[in-house]
């Protein structure tokens, strides 16, 4: 076989394999395998010029108009879905600039969702066209000390519609879904400003239907808390002794956020009784430590004991009562069998 014609055979094969990853999978390639690109402009009130997020310095009632431009790679339009959303931490120590259901502290200065406002109409790009997103800014009309942090979430709706299609149509869906997030942290002053933590509320629950103490560490300071190592513990209540340890490092705290802090308990059963969880946090030289107690029901335990991928079921009164059973089985029998031979 000559070379000509094996290369005609890799190049049908290789286009064969691209026509099949097209249909399996849906995947879209475009000139660098995205579907659009964004680039924030960044205006004059921008505080840090090297970054690549909106960093705004702005005075109370102060307005102005955030613009990201966006490029449209797709051969066909793209219609652009924008979301905005408060800034969160999650269970990982990672701080969310999309939309998610974790909760802020009372503290926070300011509803970011009534300070930036995204335009009404819908935005659609023309196919390899440019397009931007505008979104207004009025800055709170009175002072605060910190920073107001969210973002900006830009997806393909048209992409995102085919997932939730598949989804209802096949268990399993593999789909080229991505999307943009630009953060947007607002301050009127560049004031450092002292951060505070505290301890809400504690309670046994599951994550992942895995058996956890659940502490809510508050932010109750607008400011981010970098770098926090948390060690969480729960002891029986009066006991010096931990039962359960948990260590995270590297996690950080957005402004006003509360974290969900989990002790996990592995495949350890969770015992009614009362209990005390200990959160110890550090971070930028300060120290926190906090105490609680919480009670745990018995009904609480074998819901969660009975549920939990990890906990082995407790099989004691039922082998108990499969000895007694055989044992009564046993000597059942050997009664039968002496009565046999007393009468012969």
Known sequence: MTQKRIGKRWRWLLGLFVALATLLFGIHVSADGLAFSVQPVLPTQQVNQKVTYFDLKMNPREETTLVVNVHNNKKTPLHLKTDLAQATTNLNGVVEYGKNKER?????????????????????????????????????????????????????ADADNAVSSSKKQQAVAIQNRYQFVVAIVLCNSVNKVSSKLSLGTVKPKQVNA????????????????????????????GSQTALYTTKQVGYQLAPNAVMQFPVWLKNRPLNAGRYTLTITAVAQKKRWQFSKNFKVTAQKAHHLNRSSVEVKPDNTWRNVAIGAGSGATVLAGMLAWALIRRRH
Do not use: C
């Open 104 to 156: 802020l502290d009372d503290s926070v200065p300011a509803d970011f969702a009534k300070v930036v406002k995204l335009p009404a109409k819908p935005i659609t790009i023309a196919p390899n066209g440019d397009g931007q997103v505008r979104m207004q800014v009025t800055m709170p009309k009175h002072h605060f000390d910190g920073q107001l942090a969210g973002g900006l979430t830009l997806s393909d």
């Open 210 to 237: 895995r058996n956890v103490v659940s502490g809510a560490i508050h932010n109750e300071t607008a400011t981010f808390v970098n770098q926090l190592k948390v060690t969480g513990e729960v002891k029986k209540a």
